[in-house]
Each structure stands twice: as C-alpha cells, then as structure tokens.
C-alpha cells in the first residue's frame, strides 16, 4: 500500500497547484483505485473532492466532464448517452465491478494515460479536450503523446456532435484488462476509429476511417479491416501476442463498422 505523510483537502485549484509544486513528493489524488496498489511513499496528498469536480455538465454546445467524475457515472449518464451514444456506457462497464467504477476518476484514467485504457479508447473518438491547471486545453490525442508531468487536469470536454458510435472489445474473462479495445463513431458520413490495447497506447486510425462511405458496402468494411493492419503496429505481451491481436484488430474493426449500421 502507498503511504501519505500528511492529506490536504484543496480548498481551490489554485492551493492545489501551490501544494503540488511545493514538493515532488507531493501527488494528485483520484479516487485511490490504482494509487493504492503501489507502495510509493508520498509527502502531501491533494484530494481534489471538494471542489466541483465531480459533475458532467450540459454547456450549450458541448458537455464538461469534471476530473474527479466517477466511472459509473460515464456509464450511467443520460445525458452523455443522448449525445454520444452507447460509446462511454460500453467501455467502462467491463472495468472490474460497479463498486470499483463508484471510486475510480475520469481524471485519474486520462492523467496516468494507461496504454490498456478503455476510457481514452473511447473518448478518443469523441474529439475529446482535457484541460490542464497549468497546460490549458489540448485535444486528448496530442496530450496521449506527452509524458505524466507534474499538472491537474481539471476536466474534459466534449463537443456536442449527431453522431454514432460503437464500443468493443475482447477479455479473457469479463472484468480483465482488455486483449484490444476499438471505439468508432459516425458523424455523416465521417467515421473515426480507435484502437486502444495494442498493447502500447490507444491511437486514432485516420486512413482506415478514410476508407468508409456513410453506410459501407461489404468490400469498405473488409478494406477497413485488412487497412488497420497496415495503418498501426500491433505487439504481444502476456494478455495476447502479436498475431492474436491483429487478428482481434480486423475482427473488432469490421464488428464496430457493422454495429454502428445495423
Ligand atoms: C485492478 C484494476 C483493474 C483495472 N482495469 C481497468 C480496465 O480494464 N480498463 C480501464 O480502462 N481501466 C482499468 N483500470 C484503471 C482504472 O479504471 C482507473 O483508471 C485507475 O484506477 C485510475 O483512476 P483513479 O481515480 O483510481 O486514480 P488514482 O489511483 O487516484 O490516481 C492515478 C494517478 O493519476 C494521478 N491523478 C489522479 N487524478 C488526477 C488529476 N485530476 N490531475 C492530475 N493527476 C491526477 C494520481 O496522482 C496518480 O498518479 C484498472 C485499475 C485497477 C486498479
């Protein structure tokens, strides 16, 4: 378990900067879920719980996720659900257990930028923003390319689009770490895809999406799949080798495309 020598709750964003640049070893909490299995000894711990940030909120033309909204949350919104559809819903469902998507942070899984995420496999889809206390907005593809520095992220936000999506991916068992995840959304006749778990990071594919019409006839949708293959790099670790999860790649890809038109 790691260890905290002393737990502030911020009163402000601005103490929370203040307190997190004072000493490295001072750290951001989320909800604990992952911190909790290291064994890292921490000076300060800064809970951010107090101060708003656990809200998804209706802005007009886009919708702002705040940084300590839980998981369940992305799961159960309805108003994410009406304005992007199943894609949320279904990536976090397989994370472990309802009690567990209860504590986990929305900001907690963009900020550590985990390669196996579902959560940034689907929004990345979604031309999601993460906005930083001191990095200010970027699009979530450009902040998967930096390394974890010393930052809050506040929130994301999303714009508000007529889209469709689809979620999927493949477990050993139910709960597991994804073997490969992919989110796909429509919007006319654009499509963007995302492939998280490779196992490095998730990426978006723009050349495998530039493939697809509106509704893909069966020779598009086999181009997408043997595309994919080309576009990005697959690798093997202990959850599936290489040629498993280029496999799982044409599969996924080709199953999205036809969820999302059906
Ligand atoms: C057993 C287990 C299984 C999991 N399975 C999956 C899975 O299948 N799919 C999946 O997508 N995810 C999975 N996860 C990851 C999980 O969904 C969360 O992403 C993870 O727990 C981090 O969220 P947290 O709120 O617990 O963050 P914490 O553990 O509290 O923090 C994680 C890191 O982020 C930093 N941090 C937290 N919030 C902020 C912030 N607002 N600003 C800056 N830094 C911040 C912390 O300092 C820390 O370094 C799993 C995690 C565990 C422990």
Redesign the pocket.
Known sequence: MFELKEFIAAQSLDQADELLHRDKKN???????????GTRQFNTGID?SGLGLHRITDLGDHIEIG??TP?RQLEISRLLADNFGPVLRDAVC???GVQFRN???V???V??R?S????ITALLVLDTRVHLFRGGQIPLADFLETS?GR???VKLTIPKQDVDTAYVCQRKSAA???ILAAALARTGSAWKIAVGARPSRATLAPKTAGLLSETPDKTQIDAAGNEILRELTFGGNGQGSREYREHLARVLVKRGIQKICS
Not at 27 to 37: K, N, Q
């Open positions: 750290v951001i909490l989320g909800g604990l879920l992952w911190m909790r299995m951010l940084a300590m998981l397989h994370i472990v504590l986990a942070t900001g907690g899984s900020f550590s985990f196996f995420s579902d959560v974890p930052d809050i992220l597991d770490f994804p």
